[in-house]
């Protein structure tokens, strides 16, 4: 496997070699001496084409920590030709030499063009792409899950997952409902009927519209709240939702949804937050809350990812 | 160069072969064992199929003002080696076509190129903007004669507006062609809504959005008694609703590209910008459902939509590539591959959805009549059993936007006669412009 493009690319083996060799990553940063000499020698180019700190200084950290030199690119898209500007940036960073390219787009494929179109001969990271998917970060939830529910080792077969919200625009949930699929996991998508997309029946997951139903009837292991934006309701914007207050309502984890949890629920977000919409502010911080180490675990997860496809020991995989 | 032409032992609409006799642009005898004065140029055509020459009613062009993506004379070149003789140029160049001046430009462009015959669609309203109507009555007095009358690439949406240009263009006989896209439903749309769009996190364009326009039109025109025609019609649910439309006598006519007659969505799921079009590339299930309503004559035409763009406009991320494919080039050949050889059309058939039905649509004199003797010499002749693989880059039309590169297709184009005289002979321009 060359690519990380889709969570697709990754068969049951595959993704947990990856969740182990992140365990193993994650054994090294708790050591006093944090780098590892792996890629010393190697580039790895950060190109995000939309503003991002929170992934691009995660994958930075992980790049350095294995040694490799290390280009940030932002290259924010302006609002005309772009297209130009992926190949032309591609073409750029070829010449530079670069082994590896961490993409993030507004556009859905954009890294899917980047590996396949001849522009770049480095491995293709995606890291976020337009309403998408966003694999480094369903296999840094599914790290976490695996932490906490199967004591960081195998896969998560029989785990159960509500994933709440903006499914339609997530490129979150795409990649966690295929990866979470892929490790055995069943994953319920809980949305307003108007975020979620048309041909989401034929995802391997179920759906429901009422979260209070949802939690009832799964008795979810883990609970992943996505990120709503507010201007949704906005008819200019689609008109999702009639109201911020509605919303989180309906499909909001506050104080009365966080208690009715099991005893050993976790509450996941991929962050950002909007507090005080999709979540509140005793769900973000309550004990069960993995936010803040989602977060960490994203450098651990992101080394294995770029130790495995530059040392080109990644299995299985269609990329 | 001689005026005459024998072709001897052509299939006329695929049926027992038969000699034709092309004199002074016209056909002066269609029989066996004819033959002709000395020096006339004579044809072996045994196994070719002769059609009348075909028709688009729906091409575009680009010039003026988008000479970067194709030129009259390289878009009707590609006609001609398509089997065309005569295209509809679409009015959404640079300017518009929304004045007699612009389409007469075009016209005399597409006469000084003399591939085919040019006739400009005029824009419904002024500078495509769905506001105003254009003055379509100059253009139908024009020297263009204009009488097909479309905004393509934009819908006209407004239901006022809409039902104004059915009700004026009456007095010239003229048609709208609508490009049926409700515009609020497909804000930002990338691709066909459904499974695979769900999966690519690609914005999605409704069948409904289609579908909606459609039944609003054909029930104005029915309400006003005027003509409609249905660009590119790609859905399933389009075919089922122009089918009862035409059941309760409304004047409707449809047509389906080549294109939603053998492609799907499913070609989208590698992000390739040459899959992207509009209206977007849908199922399978709705490519059998035009398929059957191209068959059983509720869609009356093949259309190209021959949209050609230039490299980087292709050569980037699908969202912002532009939409569109070429396709005066391999739509016979695409029409056989889906139709013929499957079982659905035969010649007669092809020749009334690719020539007849289009010239009559457009009103367009002198094209898709009969192959026999009086009729004018616009014909075409294709080898049905040769196989060739597209090659983008060898063709005639400046894009290289097809998305059927690399594809096997059954059917060659081998000669093509605009009133007698040989735009393509041996499968390739005659270069002889200008009759």
Known sequence: MRH???????????????????????????????????????????????????????????????SADVINFSAKGSSVSKGESLKDTALTLEAMGADAVVVRHGASGAPHRLAHA????????????????????????????????????????????VVVGDVLHSRVARSNVLLLHTLGAHVTLVAPPTLLPVGV??????????????????????????????????????????????????YGLGRERLAAL?????????????????????????????????????????????????????PGGHA | MSTTTLIRGARPLGGAPTDLLLRDGAIAAVGQGLSAE????????AGLVALPGLVDLHTHLREPGREDAETVESGTRAAALGGYTSVFAMANTFPVADTAGVVEQVQRLGEAAGHVDVRPVGAVTVGLRGEQLAELGAMADSAARV?????????????????????????????????????????????????????????????VAEEAVIARDVLLADHVGSRLHVCHLSTAGSVEIVRWAKARGVRVTAEVTPHHLLLTDELVRGYDPVYKVNPPLRTQ??????????????????????????????????????????????????????????????????????????????????????????????????????????DPAAMATAGRNSPFRGMQLPGRVVATYLRGRATVAGSRLTGSAGA
């Open chain 1, 4 to 66: 990380l493009l889709s969570a697709a690319d990754l068969d049951a083996a595959a993704a947990v070699r990856v969740l182990d060799v992140a365990e193993e990553m994650a054994a090294t940063q708790r050591r006093e001496i944090k780098k590892l000499p792996t890629l010393r020698g190697r580039t790895v180019v950060n190109l995000f084409f939309e503003d991002s700190t929170r992934t691009r200084t995660s994958f930075e950290a992980a790049a350095k920590r294995l």
């Open chain 1, 118 to 161: 001849g522009w770049t001969r480095g491995a293709v990271v995606n890291a976020g792409d337009g309403t998408h998917e966003h694999p480094t970060q369903a296999l840094l939830d599914a790290y976490t899950m695996r932490k906490h529910l199967r004591g960081g080792t195998g896969d998560l077969a029989g785990v159960r997952v």
């Open chain 1, 201 to 250: 029946q034929a995802w391997p997951c179920a759906v429901s519209h009422h979260l209070d139903a949802a939690l009832a009837d799964v008795a979810p292991d883990a609970v992943m709240m996505l990120r709503v934006q507010a201007e949704r309701m906005d008819a200019a914007q689609g008109g999702f939702f009639p109201s911020a207050r509605e919303y989180s309502r309906r």
């Open chain 1, 262 to 314: 099991g005893e050993r629920t976790i509450v996941m977000h991929p962050g950002p937050m909007n507090r005080g919409l999709e979540i509140s502010a005793d769900a973000a911080d309550s004990a069960r809350s993995t936010i803040v180490e989602q977060v960490g675990n994203g450098v651990a997860v992101r080394m294995a990812v770029l130790y495995l496809l530059l040392a080109g020991e990644l």
């Open chain 2, 38 to 45: 000395e020096g006339a140029d004579v044809v072996d055509a």
């Open chain 2, 147 to 207: 009488r097909v009358f479309s905004d393509d690439g934009h819908c006209v949406s407004d239901a006022v507006l809409m039902r104004r240009a059915l009700e004026y263009v009456k007095a010239f006989d003229g048609v709208i062609a609508q490009h049926a896209q409700e515009p609020r439903l497909t804000e930002g749309a990338q691709m066909n809504e459904g499974t695979v769009s769900a999966v690519l996190g690609l914005r999605g364009w409704p069948s």
């Open chain 2, 285 to 390: 299930a709705d490519v059998e459902a035009v398929r059957e309503g191209l068959a059983d004559g509720t869609i009356d035409v093949v259309a190209t939509d021959h949209a050609p763009h230039p490299l980087e406009a292709k050569d980037c991320e699908w969202a912002a590539a532009a939409m569109g494919m070429t396709g005066l080039e391999t739509a016979l050949s695409v029409v056989q591959h889906a139709m013929v050889d499957t079982g659905l059309l035969d010649w007669a058939q092809v020749a009334d959805r690719m020539s007849a039905a289009p010239a009559r649509i457009g009103r367009l004199d002198g094209h898709g009549r009969p192959l026999e003797a009086g009729s004018p010499a616009n014909l075409v002749l294709l080898d049905p059993a040769a196989r060739w693989e597209v």
